[in-house]
């Protein structure tokens, strides 16, 4: 029972660290930080979900995950139906998490793909982003290993040249910094349970704490105001939507006044003291828990 408590304590240390981040008004200043702490929590608590009910499910065999997984075979007669069932269901989750992300990874490639094509054949290659001959106004990138900045000519109409610069820098921030696969994770969660609205909360945290990222870089370049003022023109001239899979500078479900608010009026909360300390325990959370499933214990 005591990997099983690591397990249970690996838990509750990511859920801590969750709930204080949804909670938080300092992650809004500091979104890198934030992300970081988003990203090793949500893998600590998937880890840990499945280390629980193969924890309780394997008690028994006093080992590691795998080598009591690879006994299980020979020896599966010395469980009875609730440790069975558990293991059962922890084999399940995390086959169903594993291949939930690997079919959401594979959509998301193969729209990328088609739009990428579609560009080719629609769009004008200049020399900072393929520009679409389409009157709404809309600037987007399309991740990956080869990254194309799209923006239309209703949107080169509507921005001024200043602004459009800062709308660039901050899809070319998306492309560099490969927010995409920051979000992605979430995103899949977000999909295998769309009614969960705690997954659709911090799924969209997350999603607005990496355009704040992209803001900053932007910002750095070419200033807070030039950027505010684009976001503001793309939110007058209502919303327009991105292909799957790509990052909008003003996207339609992201909280655009938030962000004009902050490029505007920057909050200068300070660097929370306690984040190397929430960052460490989710290390060492991580950790015991991840080994837990290799460490032949006895």
């Known amino acids: 029972m005591i990997l099983l ?28 930080p934030a992300l970081v702490l988003w990203q090793i929590s949500g893998l ?40 069975l069932a558990a293991v059962a269901a922890g084999l399940l989750l995390a086959g169903w998490l594993v291949v939930n992300q690997f079919l959401s990874f594979r959509s998301t490639a193969r729209a990328r793909a088609r739009h990428r094509l579609l560009l080719q054949l629609v769009a004008q290659p200049n020399s900072d982003a393929f520009v679409v001959d389409h009157p709404v106004a809309v600037a ?55 009614r969960s609205q705690v997954l659709t909360r911090v799924s969209s945290t997350i999603e607005l704490l990496v355009e704040m990222c992209a803001d900053d870089r932007a910002a750095r370049q070419h200033g807070r105001e030039p950027l505010a003022r684009a976001l503001e023109r793309f939110h007058a001239s209502g919303p327009a939507g991105a292909p799957a899979g790509a990052l909008a500078v003003a996207a339609a479900d992201t909280p655009v006044q938030a962000r004009i608010r902050r490029l505007r009026h920057p909050e200068r909360l300070a660097f929370p003291l306690v984040w190397p300390l929430a960052c460490g325990l989710l290390l060492t959370a991580l950790a015991t828990s991840a080994s837990i499933f290799a460490v032949p214990l006895h």
Do not use: N
């Not at 690591?6 to 809004?28: D, E, F, I, K």
């Not at 028994?60 to 009875?80: C, I, K, N, T, V």
């Not at 900045?149 to 109409?157: F, L, N, Q, T, Y």
């Open 140 to 194: 987007y990138c399309v991740p990956g290993r080869h990254p194309h900045i799209v923006v239309s000519a209703g949107a080169r109409r509507l921005l001024s040249e200043v602004e459009l610069a800062a709308v660039l820098a901050h899809e070319r921030a998306h492309a560099r910094e490969r927010h995409d696969l920051v979000i992605a994770p979430f995103q899949a969660l977000r999909r295998l349970l769309p």
């Open 5 to 32: 408590g690591h397990q249970v304590v690996a838990a509750v240390v990511a859920v801590v660290v969750m709930v204080w981040l949804l909670r938080s008004r300092w992650t809004y200043a500091h979104p890198r």
């Open 44 to 83: 600590t608590f998937v880890v840990a979900a499945v280390g629980v009910l193969l924890g309780f499910g394997l008690a028994p065999f006093h080992r590691g995950f795998l080598p009591a997984l690879l006994d299980l075979p020979s020896r599966w007669s010395e469980l009875d139906v609730w440790h």
